[in-house]
């Protein structure tokens, strides 16, 4: 399932060949996915020139002259991939939804097996008025997303500190793996009650959700060309966690293996959560 630094990824990917182009065509090949495309989508997208792209949580919106934005969602299985004009045309992809060429002829198409994904179009004076977008909390990359915002959020708040970070009105964004990778590194327990972060464990936190995204997404930029992968898909990349999906083997915080207990793996609100519970309190 992509997280934010895979949704940086591919919204980089777009912009870096899709900014100042023109869609010459858009074409849908189904009227919905999670939810119902908004009637006119593709007749809105044609003739529109592309403007600039934002990311808001893990949600890509692609700002049109046209005044609009098409909000994209990946959901759990979504990936865009892109095709320059000097290459041959693609077969077309299974359970490709969503197909747009530019007046060059770059091709770009929205593919989601599960149909968990989504495409709306909204006005861009309003991006931030959409239902989906309306309650987000702050951006974690954002400077004002700093240890005193982040206490604020959580002070009196009895769930686990997980779940408190997995919550979209506390922080945009954050999926389980990075709320793994970012406790692990802050050396925080994910059972501890939200309410005992604030202050400085906060602190500690902070520059470790920071990192943990800022160094995913640098992995991304780096082996990738232009955020390209060869086959033409977008923002994907492999990446080695810390924890996450490490279950059982010693984590590189201990002393060494004899000293980890080895790294353990529970399941808090029907995620997994990957942890070290000898270091994470
Ligand atoms: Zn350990």
Known sequence: MP????VETVMRGLAARLEGRVIARAALA???????????????????RVTGFRRRGKYILMRLSVGQSVLIHLGMSGRMAIHSPIEPPPDPAKHEHLVMITAEGWRIGFIDPRRFGLLDLIPTANEDAHPLLRDMGPEPLDAAFDAKALSLALTGRRT??????????IVAGLGNIYVSEALFRAGISPRRLACTIPGARAARLIPEIKATLTEAIAAGGSSLRDYVQPDGELGYFQH???????????????????????IQRMVQAGRSTFFCPRHQR
């Open 240 to 262: 080695a966690w810390k924890v996450y999906g490490r279950e059982g083997e010693a984590c590189e915080r201990c002393p060494g293996p004899s000293a980890c207990p080895g």
């Open 3 to 6: 997280e934010l630094p895979e």
């Open 160 to 169: 686990p500190i997980k779940a408190a970070l997995l919550d979209q009105r």
């Open 30 to 48: 189904r009227g919905d996915l999670r939810r119902l495309i908004p009637p006119g989508f593709a007749e809105a997208l044609t003739g529109a």
